[in-house]
């Protein structure tokens, strides 16, 4: 199944956007974006800790639907799924 | 009028379309990009998701503070020094639930729509932090 991955502000810099990828059904969305971030060292530490939890800050949609970083580990991804990853907002 | 765009903003145009039967009061709210020794400001958005975000700020601040009209305008891509950044106009019958509504709208625009700003200086840049926190963890306001 396919799924697209969208990363903003000091993210995207460090990872890219619109990053589309074929995973196995049933797949984590805390492994997807782990699969994604770990090919960039810098970009995998500005979102995961050292534990490989979320940090706090960040901040998750599945389409479009924010998700609590506490409750990501239960959530599966689905296909055409679109997950959006990104640091606090600062607009205005 | 609920958008996100990168040109420029017709503020008098809006305040002119503000103006409808009733209204006695509109206040303009005009963010703009500082001089923090900074050379522009780059903007961006996720843009399928803070403009829903926008248009429902709009419709509570609408039924909550009994508005009559409401735009609001926020500018992505890169602007220069005392370019204007997000638009707000909202008019009402009344100067208190103008000031209120707006006020109303600006903190919610800076509490959860999905926009960002990097400063561009002569050594690089440096993404604006956010006010709020969003994950699992309890945000501080800066105040």
Same mark, same amino acid.
């Given at each position: 199944?396919?799924?697209?991955?969208? *990363? *903003?502000?000091?993210?995207?810099?460090?990872?890219?956007?619109?990053?589309?990828?074929?995973?196995?059904?049933?797949?984590?969305?805390?492994?997807?974006?782990?699969?994604?971030?770990?090919?960039?060292?810098?970009?995998?530490?500005?979102?995961?800790?050292?534990?490989?939890? *979320?940090?706090?800050?960040?901040i998750l949609m599945q389409n479009g639907k924010r998700i609590e970083t506490a409750d990501a580990a239960k959530i599966k991804v689905s296909d055409g799924d679109e997950i959006a990853v990104f640091p606090p907002v600062a607009g205005g | 009028m609920i958008a996100i765009q990168t040109g420029d903003v017709d503020i008098g145009a809006l305040i002119n379309g503000a103006k409808?039967?009733?209204?006695?009061?509109?206040?303009?709210?005009?963010?703009?990009?500082?001089?923090?020794?900074?050379?522009?400001?780059?903007?961006?958005? =996720?843009?399928?998701?803070?403009? +829903?975000?926008?248009?429902?700020?709009?419709?509570?601040?609408?039924?909550? =503070?009994?508005?009559?009209?409401?735009?609001?305008?926020?500018?992505?891509?890169?602007?220069?020094?005392?370019?204007?950044?997000?638009?707000?106009?909202?008019?009402?019958?009344?100067?208190?639930?103008? =000031?209120?509504?707006?006020?109303?709208?600006?903190?919610?625009?800076?509490?959860?729509? +999905?926009?960002?700003?990097?400063?561009?200086?002569?050594?690089?840049?440096?993404?604006? +932090?956010?006010?709020?926190?969003?994950?699992?963890?309890?945000?501080?306001?800066?105040?």
């Open positions: 199944m396919t799924v697209r991955i969208r *990363f *903003f502000a000091r993210f995207r810099e460090l990872l890219g956007t619109d990053i589309v990828v074929d995973v196995p059904k049933n797949k984590g969305l805390p492994e997807l974006v782990k699969d994604i971030a770990g090919k960039n060292k810098e970009g995998y530490d500005a979102i995961f800790d050292e534990t490989g939890a *979320f940090h706090e800050f960040v | 409808q039967h009733g209204t006695g009061a509109i206040v303009v709210f005009d963010g703009i990009v500082r001089d923090d020794d900074i050379r522009e400001m780059e903007l961006e958005a =996720y843009e399928e998701v803070a403009v +829903p975000e926008l248009e429902k700020i709009a419709t509570e601040a609408k039924k909550t =503070y009994n508005l009559l009209s409401i735009d609001i305008v926020h500018r992505i891509g890169r602007l220069a020094v005392g370019e204007n950044i997000l638009v707000i106009v909202v008019s009402a019958g009344h100067r208190e639930e103008a =000031y209120e509504g707006s006020r109303f709208i600006i903190e919610g625009i800076k509490a959860g729509v +999905p926009i960002w700003k990097k400063e561009l200086t002569k050594d690089g840049g440096r993404w604006v +932090p956010g006010e709020h926190q969003h994950g699992r963890g309890t945000g501080k306001k800066r105040e």
